[in-house]
């Protein structure tokens, strides 16, 4: 992998969030760069109405465009996507000859055209996560390709 960026909506709340994230950073770095880039939640004034949630996203999809890198292999994070398991995710950031660019949206989740415009839709699980909690696993399981595909111990 030459590099990761995870473009987020939102930022965390909650310091263990953080915490946990920030350490599977520090040990990602040994391996590849590895960037998070917050970037604004549109609000929808407390209403979920349909209509005010299309116009969030698409605002949000908006700011997530203009922040892709060049030439990045882009990847939503959405529960419609392809489940990998660890080796396989791992094989898969082996073989991109791209910069990676993780694209996790705010909770109502992505615009659908933003999605369709990714190389890959991703899915962790058919489950619900809280989106922030979709950071600490993404950090985890990039550290867990990092170290299956160095040979070292770490994956089970």
């Given amino acids: ?3 990761a960026t995870v473009l ?3 930022d965390f709340k909650e310091k263990f ?3 946990a994230e920030a350490e599977y950073i520090r040990r990602i770095r040994a391996f590849c760069d590895y960037e998070t880039v ?3 939640e549109e609000c929808t004034h407390g209403e979920n109405s349909e209509k005010l949630i299309i116009r969030a996203l698409e605002k949000e999809a908006e700011q ?3 922040h892709i890198p060049p030439r990045a292999f882009t990847v939503a994070l ?3 996507g392809t489940q990998y398991d660890s080796e396989e995710f791992a094989r898969l950031l082996y073989e991109c000859e791209r910069p990676v660019c993780f694209i996790i949206g705010s909770s109502f989740g992505l615009d659908p055209a933003l999605k369709k415009q990714c190389d890959l839709r991703l899915s962790f699980s ?3 996560f809280p989106h922030m909690l979709a950071r600490v696993i993404l950090a985890e399981q990039v550290y867990r390709a990092c170290m299956i595909n160095s040979g070292r ?3 089970k």
């Fill in 1 to 3: 992998m030459n590099g």
């Fill in 8 to 10: 987020h909506v939102g």
């Fill in 17 to 19: 969030y953080r915490d």
């Fill in 38 to 40: 917050p970037l604004r």
């Fill in 64 to 66: 997530i465009r203009a």
């Fill in 78 to 80: 959405c529960v419609e």
């Fill in 126 to 128: 058919r489950m619900t």
């Fill in 153 to 155: 111990r770490y994956h």
